[in-house]
């Protein structure tokens, strides 16, 4: 088997945490929102498009639990800009950044990442492309 690339995530939300999801992953990060069908009632998940080929789908459910250090710690998101322009453009976003490291190892070498938190407890790194 040859995997290429990691197709998507699938992460639960509260019931009542759509509007934040759309608010932080499609406007303070960029991302696109694909929920068309999960507004027409059609499936039970909405998307946010990170990449041609790869999606977080977000499940809503009234019986969240926030994530903990030992059930989850995050999604590596590899994004175009530079380390200086990620941290303008959350700042400018008002996104709080929790953490900068300037060479974390990944799937594709070392490069800058900034981890941020989502809405509901999810930790992002948004990390250079090598």
């Known amino acids: 088997m040859i995997a290429r690339h990691i197709d998507h995530v699938n992460l639960r939300i509260p019931a009542e945490g759509v509007d934040e999801a759309r608010e932080f992953y499609g406007d303070a990060l960029g991302f696109g929102i694909e929920d068309a069908l999960y507004a027409a009632g059609e499936k039970p998940f909405f998307d946010v498009r990170i990449s041609e080929t790869g999606v977080i789908h977000l499940w809503p459910t009234a019986s969240f639990e ?47 990442a900034v981890y941020v938190r989502d809405p509901f407890g999810y930790r992002v790194e948004l990390k250079e492309r090598v």
Do not use: M, Q, R, W
């Open 66 to 112: 926030p994530p903990t250090a030992t059930n989850y710690d995050h999604v590596a998101v590899v994004v175009e800009e530079p380390i200086d322009a990620i941290e303008s453009e959350l700042d400018a976003a008002g996104v709080d950044v929790e953490k900068i490291l300037d060479s974390p190892l990944g799937a594709t070498g070392e490069a800058g």
